[in-house]
């Protein structure tokens, strides 16, 4: 049925096309015929067919009157075919864990709940649809919420970190708009202590500046709390320090700040870096320049409030951090000066979950709206993700919100419920391996850890009627008197037996092929179906279905070469995709008769064919000679490298020239054939030859040679025929008119570029004119006579 219907869909494609004037016909029938063959039904057990295709049904009627590859096929045809037990198990939902969303209760410690489902289990035909299911996300009231400042502790910076001490309790009450259950954290940071970043001159290292602290590289100056006045407090007690380079420390800080755990992360919270800085940052390589060249191995190092690997691994790069961030989920705002804002606008082009902002100071301090602002931005939108177990599971998710950005929900409010996201998981295809058939796919928020939906999927590859292995199987007296089982319909035969009813023995086996097996080898494939799926296999032999042929039914008996409509010509028959010719026709599709009739030359009266094949000087192929070289003519008649052209014998010349030359007609020979004179000769008579006898360089007389023999005939054309020779005269005009032509377009392109380049130099000079400038800038070539040298370790007493 699938066939038939693929069939006259492709017909009816193939005349489309033909009235388009056969555009993309060879593709179109190459596609066609790749969609039939891939949702054909196969295979001769109940497992073997319905992996072959996700509506594939299998009968396992015992009294049903097929073959066993013929009991797999789609549900209505079998049903049409009077199959009471059909087997087609279906993809089904098995179980789900269904919490509803909630926001929990923070002083009951309940955790709340923004994802529904939670778990799902389900039953997945392979090639199939797939299953569809909704899934359901709301964010939640008073949503754990961490906040990490990172600040940069450099003198420059002094003016941001009064901002920060006094507007703390402003961003707390802002957050707490949102959620009260938020926790503040905070970090400072400057650079290696070591040479060219740091002055490591003892003195140096006691008194980098007035006032100021010792450097160092990062400080966790308090871990996340829930605690305002101790995050306050770390922030007054914030000691300011310096370096000699202009780029920071900030990746070693906040790969340190990302990673380790005793900075205070909770599992299950929205987790936010702000970074502040106004200088560049160190990045992988820079160490070097202090011997430094361990690469940073992105692990948690923090030993108190301090990173003591610091002085012995370089700087991350940019793709370890983007990763790091990536994998916590976290996010991280760049709140940095305008001077460094290109720098870290490229930074954030690397870094996922990252965003730029110009951080200001004073009056103008917008600390708070940062906070504030992206908080709420990593709040009013949501995306799913998935992972899974395999490469052999597909998952698309589609959401179906009002408000979406590709695969994401955006501007909703915390508490409301997100529409739901519609979620199909399909299956390629039926594992081998038993192991392999149950995969897991986790469907998660991308912004959270906890919240995750695990669907458990088992990939359906057997039959209900099939016998578990963990069974013994009960001997059928309908299996050849017990030498097999009955299963879904046919019979499952024992251990050295085959057969549809497992009537053969070994020793059968033995006596009907050396190498008995319905299985082709040269497949290396231990799923292949035996008689590939379109024969049964008696004893060792397959039995092949209509249309099918050869050893292993491997052969479509209708792909064959096709001419004049016809498969082989109809003048043979397709065994194994090639055609077998009939008596006296050869060729691929059977379409050149064998026999030699049409290459032997007729008689000159025209009756049967006398003489050799090909007149002896070619070979006759699908009814048409092949000549020798030097051998022309439908019959290979001519020689016209032999020196003995019709031509040239009998005096056909003399005879032609005597008859048109009117001075020459006394002169005719006496054995002249009858010679006909026509206005033009006709040369397409097999039996006549084209013949020219040339009067001068310019002229010639032709006539042709018909029935060579008994009954020759000379056509001759009554007027002679001239050549014109070359106009020299209009030759050589030519020639010069094109030089000069050529000549003139030149000159005229030369003045067209010079009077273009002119006017652009006028232009740009008066430009100049326009914007003058006057000795602004010192003379490169001169030198001062003095030159001052300082000592970096020289220090005062």
Sequence with gaps: M?????????????????????????????????????????????????????????????????????????????????????????????????????????????????????????????????????????????????????????????????????LAKRIADEIGKISTNYRLGYGTFQDKVLLPFTNT??????????????????????????????????????????????????????????????????????????????????????????????????????????????????????????????????????????????????????????????????????????????????????????????DNIRVSITPTCESREGSSCTNFEIGNKVEPFV???????????????????????????????NVTVEIICDCDCQIPPDVTPIPSEDCSQGNGTEECGICRCFSGRSGSSCECSQEDLDTAVSEPTCSNDAMNSTTAPECN????????????????????????????????????????ECRCEECQCNANYTGLACECPGASDSCMPSSPAGGETEGEVCSGHGECRCGSCVCEEGYVGRHCQTCFLCGNSLCEVDNYRECAMCAVIPENRGQCPDDCPEVVIVPEVDTEDEQTEDCKDWLTEECHVRFSVQNPGANTTLYVQETKVCTEGPNILIIAFGVVAGVVGVGLILLLLVRLLTSLFDRLEYQHFLRELQSPKWAKFHNPIYKEATTTYHNPVMTKD
Aim: glycine share 8%.
């Design 2 to 166: 699938v066939e038939l219907s693929m069939t006259k869909l492709t017909v009816r494609m193939l005349r489309r096309w033909e009235t388009q004037g056969g555009r993309i016909l060879t593709l179109g029938v190459f596609l066609v015929l790749l969609i039939a063959r891939s949702e054909a039904c196969s295979g001769t057990t109940c497992a073997q067919c319905i992996v072959s295709g996700g509506d594939c049904a299998w009968c396992a009627d015992a009294n049903f009157t097929a073959l066993a590859g013929e009991r797999c096929s789609l549900a209505a045809n079998l049903q049409e075919q009077g199959c009471v037990d059909i087997q087609s198990p279906q993809t089904a939902e098995v179980s789900r864990e269904d919490k509803p969303v909630d926001d929990g209760n923070v002083t009951l410690g309940i955790e709340p709940t923004q994802l529904q489902p939670q778990a799902m289990r389900i039953k997945l035909r392979p090639r199939g649809k797939g299953h569809d299911f909704q899934v359901t996300f709301r964010p939640a009231n008073n949503f754990p919420v961490d906040l990490y400042f990172l600040f940069d502790l450099s003198w420059t910076m002094r003016a941001y970190i009064e901002d920060l001490r006094r």
């Design 423 to 453: 979620v199909n998981i399909r299956a390629d295809r039926c594992p081998d391996d038993p192991k392999e058939r149950v995969q897991t796919v986790t469907i998660a928020p991308s912004d959270f850890l906890k919240d995750s939906l």
């Design 201 to 390: 001159h003892p003195a140096k290292l006691q008194n980098v500046c007035e006032n100021c602290a010792p450097p160092f590289d990062y400080h966790n100056e308090l871990s996340l709390t829930s605690s305002l006045i101790n995050f306050t407090a770390a922030v007054d007690n914030s000691q300011f320090t310096g370096n000699i380079d202009s780029p920071e420390g900030g990746f070693d800080a906040m790969m340190q700040a990302i990673v380790c755990k005793s900075v205070g992360w909770r599992d299950n919270s929205r987790q936010l870096i702000i970074f502040a800085s106004d200088a560049r940052m160190h990045f992988a390589g820079d160490g070097k320049l202090a011997g430094v060249i361990t690469p940073n191995d992105g692990e948690c190092h923090l030993q108190g409030r301090e990173n003591p690997m610091a002085f012995k691994q370089d700087y991350p790069s940019v793709g370890q951090l983007a990763a790091a961030l990536d994998k916590s989920k976290k996010h991280v705002i760049f709140a940095v000066q305008e001077a460094v804002l290109t720098e870290y606008q490229q930074l954030h082009t690397r870094v996922p979950r990252s965003s730029v902002n110009v951080l200001k100071a004073g009056k103008d301090s917008n600390v708070v709206d940062i906070v504030r602002d992206k908080y709420r931005e990593m709040t009013e939108g949501v995306k799913l993700e998935y992972k899974t177990s395999s």
């Design 533 to 572: 799926g379109v024969g049964e296999c008696v004893c060792g032999v397959c039995q092949c279905q209509p249309n099918f042929n050869g050893r292993f039914c491997q052969c479509n008996a209708k792909v064959c070469p096709i001419f004049d409509g016809l498969l082989c010509g109809g003048n043979g």
